[in-house]
């Protein structure tokens, strides 16, 4: 079960990236069939490469297992520089937010 899911995350959160198999292979620093092996089921990451992994994507391992989260490279961003708001700013953030949820 939770194989097939890192499996899935693996090439949702790759696709969404628009890498390839390959390109994410090489990037990590592993022969270009890594990824396939991982995707195909052949293989599944350790965990310091699943670490790695976690960090290609700019997401924490607490992310990458929510399934709720479409695109937690997003959304890992957008909390990243909400960090760096005022608290003034994160509140008229956190204002529009609401609205556009009301929607």
Known sequence: MYE??????IT?????KGVSEYQMSYDLGHSRSYVYNISSGKALP????FFAICDYFEITPQQFFNESEQNPELVQKALT????L????MLML???INRMLKK
């Open 81 to 84: 520089g909400m960090k760096k």
């Open 4 to 9: 097939k899911f890192v499996r899935d995350r």
């Open 86 to 89: 005022s608290e003034d700013d």
């Open 46 to 49: 350790p965990l310091k490469e």
């Open 12 to 16: 949702q959160l790759r696709l969404q």
């Open 94 to 96: 956190l204002g529009i």
